[in-house]
């Protein structure tokens, strides 16, 4: 059921899911149409654990595709706005702050 984060047409993954059976994934009320980079940055670090302590390699390879479409994002000096855009197929910056604490924290 967590997968579903990534149920995107650009697989940057969703900021909400319901666990149960029927529940979808979204994006908050705050940040509809956009997923938050440091969300992105702690699934990495969650769903490779996942994958480890339960052998099922499909959390890490979702994760790793996420970070994958992000990082083919460019940018000027290596540095990510904190709203990634997830609700289109080609991922793209929703806003131009940068921040090293809330909201990108975990991502860098």
Do not use: C
């Not at 967590?2 to 940040?31: C, R």
């Not at 654990?49 to 000027?76: F, H, N, S, W």
Request: without cysteine; charged residues 20%.
């Amino acid at each position: 059921r967590l997968m579903k984060v990534f149920k995107t047409k650009s697989i940057i993954p969703y900021g909400q899911v319901e666990l149960d059976d029927e529940g979808a994934a979204y994006n908050t009320a705050w940040h509809s149409n956009a997923a938050v980079l440091s969300e992105v940055g702690t699934l990495q670090v969650e769903f490779r654990y996942l994958a480890k302590i339960t052998g099922r390699m499909e959390y890490a390879t979702d994760a790793m595709r996420a970070l994958d479409a992000l990082l083919k994002i460019g940018t000027q000096d290596g540095l990510y706005p904190t709203l990634i855009q997830n609700i289109q197929v080609r991922p793209s910056f929703a806003n131009d702050e940068i921040s090293i604490g809330a909201g990108g924290d975990s991502f860098y």
